[in-house]
């Protein structure tokens, strides 16, 4: 593995997981009221456009930490939605 690639990794992997603090908090109170809608839908848009990204110029460290990333955001959604929409 080449230097670049495993800094790539490294830097990927905490990209990836810096979303988890904030869905285990939304988990863990029930509730993400304080989390901004704008700023959640910002974070998904640049998530995808990375992952496009990655996909067209073929670097695994791209889209494996963009795809986390995604899939993260999708579940901190999931939960804003399920908390502060559905459960009033």
């Known amino acids: ?6 800094i790539g990794y490294i830097a990927a992997a905490l990209t990836s997981i810096s979303a988890i603090p904030q869905l285990i908090k939304i988990y863990k109170m029930k509730s993400a009221k304080t989390l901004s809608w704008i700023f959640s839908m910002i974070m998904i848009a640049s998530a995808i456009l ?3 990204y990655g996909i067209i110029i073929n670097k695994i460290p791209i889209i494996v930490c963009n795809f986390l990333l ?3 955001w999708i579940g901190i959604i999931i939960l804003k939605l399920k908390y ?3 459960v009033q």
């Open 1 to 6: 593995m080449m230097f670049p690639d495993l």
């Open 50 to 52: 990375w992952l496009v």
């Open 70 to 72: 995604l899939c993260i």
């Open 84 to 86: 502060d929409l559905l």
